[in-house]
């Protein structure tokens, strides 16, 4: 097996959309991290509508005509955001209650899937990479179990600025290895 081949998430023309929603991402996390004092309303909201276009984006790379070799994972994770951030922008109320626990469902989806991600790019030069990423993905996603729990605040607005910026370079790294033509 020809390991130029290996691609996990597969290529897409569509590479610069994802990469636009990360740079989107970033700035959010750093305005977020800047002006904690806008509350979990704002943020909420601000995330509900970046998790309903990540979930149309992923959509549209699952259903295209050359959609990618991992089509059924950006299927599942286009579904998953769409239904959260729908939730979260439907109620401010239920968004603020709920709002840890659907950023670790997330973080916690998306760490199990870089990990499967990893493992299937054994034999590629820097899969570990993948490996590790899906470890921190999870790690937020516990911390954001463990604000939710607590139901501080602060903590949760802190690891929410810091997921905004990491999931932004996440998917900017991202756009980069799906994009066609670019081979490791």
Do not use: H
């Not at 991290?33 to 509900?48: H, R, T």
């Not at 626990?101 to 916690?108: G, T």
């Not at 607005?157 to 799906?178: K, N």
Request: hydrophobic share 60%; charged share 10%; proline share 2%.
């Amino acid at each position: 097996m020809k390991t130029d081949s290996l691609n996990y998430w597969g290529k897409s023309r569509y590479w610069w959309v994802i990469l636009a929603i990360g740079v989107l991402m970033v700035l959010c996390g750093f305005a977020y991290w800047f002006w904690p004092a806008i509350g979990f309303a704002v943020s909420s909201q601000i995330f509900g509508w970046l998790m309903v276009l990540a979930g149309i984006v992923a959509l549209c790379v699952s259903a295209g005509n050359d959609r990618p070799q991992g089509w059924g994972w950006w299927l599942a994770g286009g579904i998953i955001n769409l239904f959260i951030g729908f939730m979260l922008v439907r109620s401010v109320i239920l968004s603020e209650m709920v709002f840890p626990y659907f950023l670790s469902i997330v973080f916690l989806f998306w760490g199990i899937s870089a990990i499967f991600s990893a493992i299937s790019q054994r034999r590629r030069r820097y899969w570990w990479v993948y490996l590790i990423n899906g470890i921190l993905l999870m790690i937020i996603g516990f911390f954001f179990l463990e604000a939710g729990w607590v139901q501080e605040m602060w903590m949760t607005s802190f690891i929410t600025s810091i997921a905004f910026v990491y999931w932004g370079f996440l998917l900017s790294m991202l756009s980069y290895d799906m994009r066609p033509g670019i081979e490791k």
